[in-house]
T-cell receptor, first 113, second 118 residues
Framework: SQKIEQNSEALNIQEGKTATLTCNYT??????LQWYRQDPGRGPVFLLL?????KEKRKERLKVTFDTTLKQSLFHITASQPADSATYLC????????????FGAGTRLAVHP | GAVVSQHPSWVICKSGTSVKIECRSL??????MFWYRQFPKQSLMLMAT?????????EQGVEKDKFLINHASLTLSTLTVTSAHPEDSSFYIC??????????????FGAGTRLSVL
């Protein structure tokens, strides 16, 4: 069966450290993968998109890797800050009509001062 | 740019009534809009996809007569939950995609609507 798995346990890290979140998928062949941030009671906010032929993408303190052999994406936040505390969702884009996004359940990140 | 407004943000209604949720793209024309449902600590579940001027495409298991979607213009889509029941209580989120100046693969989300059916 098709699955997108993100660590359901919260990730607690100290301010200034690098946070690394994992997204694993099975039985998908995504054209691209996206990462979103979601704060409680709010809609997701787009962060980064990485295509199947790209290994790595960076944006300021954010970095995403995409390994289609391992069927895994890693999302890194360097020099983390308490304001980075949120739930981070990965989403796969199917190659079907309308490029639907299939979301993981998200990983909650808590950055402590 | 790329702002999506969703209204209302919170609605409480009696069982059996209908509730309409609006989703507007404020500064771009949305060729496609999506409606999601999210339960606490769970992922967003796609309910339906709609393109302006055509019928919505519903995901498997979503009742189209229960969740009416209208995408009458390039900036407005509405979701109407008809004859709502307590089990329809959830967080509903819309997103929009499109616009020549925007990356076509990115979805821009509204802030969500918390529906509580008594």
């Amino acid at each position: 069966s098709q699955k997108i798995e993100q660590n359901s346990e919260a990730l607690n890290i100290q301010e200034g450290k690098t946070a690394t979140l994992t997204c694993n998928y099975t039985n998908y062949s995504p054209a691209y993968l996206q990462w979103y941030r979601q704060d409680p009671g709010r809609g997701p906010v787009f962060l980064l998109l990485i295509r199947e032929n790209e290994k790595e993408k960076r944006k300021e303190r954010l970095k995403v890797t995409f390994d289609t052999t391992l069927k895994q994406s890693l999302f890194h936040i360097t020099a983390s800050q308490p304001a980075d505390s949120a739930t981070y969702l990965c989403a796969l884009a199917t190659s079907g009509g309308y490029n639907k996004l299939i979301f993981g359940a998200g990983t909650r990140l808590a950055v402590h001062p | 740019g790329a702002v999506v407004s969703q209204h209302p943000s919170w609605v409480i209604c009696k069982s059996g009534t209908s509730v309409k949720i609006e989703c507007r793209s404020l500064d771009f024309q949305a060729t496609t809009m999506f409606w999601y449902r999210q339960f606490p600590k769970q992922s967003l579940m796609l309910m339906a996809t709609s393109n302006e001027g055509s019928k919505a495409t519903y995901e498997q298991g979503v009742e189209k007569d229960k969740f009416l979607i209208n995408h009458a213009s390039l900036t407005l889509s509405t979701l109407t939950v008809t004859s709502a029941h307590p089990e329809d209580s959830s967080f509903y989120i819309c997103s929009a995609r499109g616009g020549e100046s925007l990356a076509k693969n990115i979805q821009y989300f509204g802030a969500g609507t918390r529906l509580s059916v008594l």
